[in-house]
């Protein structure tokens, strides 16, 4: 585990780096354009190119490239160097081409992932947003596969730093639009050159994160050349070993399609109560994911394929109990506390400029109800690398495909059974909901797998770890109570003293009480910080 814990601390730093800056980021975002029409149009351009990337190759990296790239390391005469430029040099070619390809579908995917009418004036601008953001893809999809590339060499550091550098360019063009703007966040106001300085700034953001992560490929030894030599690169290979967690990927991004019909339906009949809480909602809840789980399991996916290769199965449920143990360490508390400090979060993240406090509440609400699905969700996408580790994509597929149906069907019955102004708030339950059903299933056919995952042991450890994060979930709502009481209705000053009292007193508290009932995982990194602190 101290392995692991080490690998997942340095991932983690340069992820809370970025994680931090992309807060800030999403902070001047709802300054500048709001949380109304404006802000679901750019959402609504925002989208299409991480979905796209999703079904292209993000979806199949972690399953398929990085298995791939470690076997080719491990066989190949020459380490893998020919197999990576090889793959480097079609993901180039064939990203630039959808890219292209893309911007000119532009109208068609706006209409796809959303409510609103063509000619409409979100409509309109949404299209236009999503031509200037959609060229992206390219760079997006070359710093991917560099990332992935990095990781198998166990140079983790740049592909978690480079997002850093990402979000300061986007704050920096972000701010310019507030300076240079005249409407802001009134969609009817914005002018054809706003539209072009907030897209194309976007894009620049990811431009830069691509650079980053090339260069850090050069210095790790990485040779650049073009391979042209497609039969060498194993593409029926990862075809038939890919063609199974595309099919996930559809499925999950046909429920992204949905999610994104029925938020900008529910936005355009309450205003501020459409996919831009639902958005920005949905970012904060997987922000301690994205430091956490994300680093964790980075670092345990090389490590428990390799552990598959050589057929030590011990290895791969030691590797997949420390995983989950770990990241369920502090996933549960932080679970707790948004769903009792989620308004009080939003408020002092987004209630100013274009984006009112009330409207602010309103993502903060939503946030609340998407806290109950931190630890499942979290659980859910640690048990799919114990299949993406046995090169086994199909048996994802089929539980990503129930867990999206089941999320489906429960948005279907929030839209039309919940007024308005609740509907997101239902979409975020739904989510809940399903991925408790999916990681109850997914951990059922992994233990099938691997012939037993401890689930006593990880069951006996989350049991223990929310026993000790109760007194933290008391403090933060007696704060929420007694700041209230005292000082009225969430304000951007009560927000801050509910949150330092709730949150720091309340996670202060959690340590200490993790610490005292010995659950390892906490006590590792209680001792890891006061060791940093003492030097």
Known sequence: MSRMLRASAIMA??????????????IILAAAIGTGLMGDAYQAAYTIPYSILDLLILGVLSSVVVPMIVRAQQQDPDGGRAYEQRLLTISTLALTVVAVLSVL??????????NWRPGSREFDVAVSLARFILPQLAFFGVGAIAGAILNTRDRFAAPMWA???????VIGVLLAYIVVSTGRGDISKVTTSEL???????TAGIVAQALVLIVALKRAGFSFRLRFDVRNARLGEMGRAGIWTIG???????????????ATAAGAAVKDHGLTPYNFAFQLFQLPYGIIGVSVITAMLPRMSRAVGE???????????????LVASVMVPISLLLMVLGPAITVLIFGHGASAPENAVYIGNVLQVFGLALVPFSVFQLLLRVFYSFGDTRTPVFVGAGTTAVNAVLMLVAYYTLPAAYVVMGLAFAYAVAYALGAIVAWTLASRRVQGLGGWAVGSALTRMYIAAL???VVALGAVWGVQELFGALSLVNSLI???VGGGLGGALYLVVAHRMRIPEVTSIVGMVAGRVGR
């Open 498 to 500: 509910i949150l330092a």
């Open 248 to 262: 996930y990927v559809v499925v999950t991004q046909l429920g992204l399609v949905l999610t994104t019909n029925l």
């Open 471 to 473: 007194p933290t979930a």
């Open 13 to 26: 730093a340069g992820t809370m780096v970025s994680r931090v800056t992309g807060f800030v980021r999403t």
């Open 105 to 114: 579908a532009a109208p068609l995917l706006i209409d796809l992932y959303t």
């Open 163 to 169: 997002p850093v550098l990402n979000n300061l360019v």
């Open 196 to 202: 072009a300085l907030l897209g194309l700034g976007t």
């Open 311 to 325: 057929g030590r199965l011990d290895d791969v449920r030691s590797e997949f109990g420390s995983g989950v143990r």
